[in-house]
């Protein structure tokens, strides 16, 4: 274990993750140096930790500050957007990155694989949000205090087994499902959105279940699909009646309240597994 | 080719295609009877062939004027969006499928599958659309004027692979794709809607490419995907480079126009086999 006692470089993007995440790792006993991405991260003179703000292109630059920091460990964690090409300009390590990219196959996840292994070239061990914080990560079973009734396992259950099959495809994490029938499937335009449009096509009083679930392939270490308290608030305002989730493969921001708000507003959340026997599912 | 001969049963949604259907098949020789579907089929009377107003859940009411008009074959054609429940109102047939779906099935195109074999059962010839107007369904290659850069291609086949793998979950028949980044996935919408959506997510002055498959499993007699006019439209709106379509698996509704349209607003639209040597496609 000697070697989670390194210092962690956190790079860090939008939302609450990278504050939570830098208070576990005080917690126990770490040392943290933060990379705010310029745009994305705010507020990081609010973690109680030295930072510095470089903005995503950078790749030689945050690779600098990361070993003049004696970081040995590296964390990829909060949202990051997709760029605008001219937002990013990269610096000299950036641009070998773009090149390699090239026109083919920029999936969703393509971009962070290759950022996350130029840190792995120059000798940083590329570390999981969810090592740091182990309580992040959704289990199996229901994980609040209200059950979802038959319709909405059999609705979690075949979400999930769309998701997967989207998630082949490196595209998506999510969809929402209302008797059977797949009202809205995540691209590039984020959860939320997807919720509020999911709205516009659900039959009203009969529910309807958000499901968030990892891609087959994806490295747990790099951007695992994630929840929080406004997710829960957005599917409530969509009258859907539970999230359910990939147990092991997304992450609850905040579990404890996220749990609360859901029991206020009357609404399960449940970990799944793949191999929950559906039909779908090989 | 005498069964080709017998009296159409058009079971008439939404849209143009139906008014042109009974054009090609007038045009043939072939006699048309016309259940407009209520709510569904707009101005049946302009048709100019004997019609009869039934709602969609009255299965058995529709099989009866069938009969009784002596129609050998059954058409299904135009938009059928989601009807609500309250809105079926199913006589015993239409009740019939209804528990036959169940709960956990009721995929996009499960409904009509079943739909279909209840006029299969009845000794009805169920044909496609596309086996009366043949040069309906899109063929393979540049179908217009204009030809898609290297990029534009390259989309095209990511798009189609990623709507093929949707396809598999019974979700979904498009997707759009901007430089290997899909940026919308297609599932209760429809194609328009989500075309306007992309164009908030899509890099400005790059392009785009609308893709349109039917699904892997799809019988080709029932709802084939399809575009029209509209369609090269609003991709044009958003900012899109042009339309592919699966070549055998989708419509091009009024063919010349929207060729003629494209070639207008500077757009390409392709026919693509699914089997292109993509790396996603097995």
């Known amino acids: 274990m ?6 962690i470089g956190l790079i860090a993007g939008g939302g609450d993750l990278p504050a939570r995440l830098v208070d576990a790792a005080k917690a126990s006993g770490r040392a943290v140096f933060v990379i705010a991405l310029q745009g994305y991260c705010t507020a990081p003179e609010t973690f109680g930790v030295p930072y510095q703000t470089i903005r995503l292109g950078a790749v030689a630059k945050i690779l600098h500050h990361l070993k003049v920091q004696g970081c040995t460990d590296v964390v990829l964690a909060g949202k990051v957007q997709r760029p605008s090409f001219g937002s990013i300009r990269p610096d000299w390590r950036g641009a070998k990155i773009l090149l390699k990219i090239g026109i083919r196959s920029l999936g969703d996840d393509g971009l962070l694989r290759l950022l996350a292994r130029e840190f792995e070239q120059d000798g940083f061990k590329l570390t999981g949000a969810h ?13 609040g205090k209200i059950s979802p009734d038959d319709q909405a396992w059999a609705d979690a259950r075949h979400g999930l087994a769309v998701a997967r099959i989207l998630g082949q495809a490196d595209v998506g994490q999510g969809c929402i499902v209302q008797q059977g029938l797949v009202l809205g499937l995540e691209a590039i335009e984020g959860t939320d959105e997807m919720i509020r449009r999911s709205a516009l096509y659900a039959r009203p009083g009969v529910g309807g279940v958000l499901v968030k679930a990892s ?7 790099l951007d695992l699909p994630a929840i929080g308290v406004t997710t829960v608030e957005e599917a409530h305002k969509a009258g859907l009646r539970g999230i359910a989730l990939l147990a092991g493969g997304t992450m609850i921001i905040d579990r404890e309240a996220v749990l609360a708000r859901a029991e206020e507003l009357g609404m399960f959340v449940v970990g799944l597994k793949p191999t929950g026997g559906d039909d779908h599912e090989k």
Chains 1, 2 share one sequence.
């Open 131 to 143: 090592e740091i914080m182990t309580d992040l990560v959704a289990s199996e079973g229901v994980l």
């Open 215 to 221: 891609k087959p392939q994806q490295d747990k270490r």
């Open 2 to 7: 000697t070697v989670q006692q390194g210092k």
